[in-house]
C-alpha cells in the first residue's frame, strides 16, 4: 500500500468495511469483484478467476451464479448506449428477452444473450 495515498487507504478500508458483514475484518472472496468495482476498478471475470477469486467464490457457493447481472443496470445500459432509446421502447424488448429478477434484482445475463443472439449468424 506504500503507493497509495492516505486518502485512497481509507477507500480502499471503507469498501472493504462494506462488505466484511461478520465485522472480523474478513470479506467472502464472492465479493471481492463487487468490492474492486465499487472503487472504480473495472476486473473482469478472468482476470477474478486468475487470481483464484473467482473459483473459490463459486465453490464456497454453489447456489450463486456469477453470471448474473442486474436488471437495472441492464436498463440503463440499453437506454444509454449507442441511439438512445426511450424506456417505453425498451421494455417489450426486454420483457420478451430477460427472465425474470431474482429477490435481489439480479437476472441470469446468458439467456438473455441468446434470446437476443438468436437467429444471429456468426
Known sequence: MADLSARDV?????????????????MDAFYMGECLRALNLNPTLAVLEKVGI?????????????RRMMYAEL?????????????????????????????EGFIPYEPFLKKLCDGVRP
Open 10 to 26: 481509507e477507500k480502499v478500508k471503507f469498501a472493504f468495511s462494506i462488505y466484511d458483514f461478520e465485522g472480523n475484518d474478513t
Open 54 to 66: 473467482l473459483a473459490t467464490s463459486t465453490s464456497s457457493s454453489p447456489l450463486v451464479s456469477v
Open 75 to 103: 436498463e440503463h445500459i440499453l437506454i444509454s448506449l449507442g441511439e438512445r432509446l426511450e424506456k417505453e421502447e425498451l421494455l417489450p424488448v426486454l420483457t420478451e428477452c430477460c427472465p425474470p429478477e431474482d429477490d
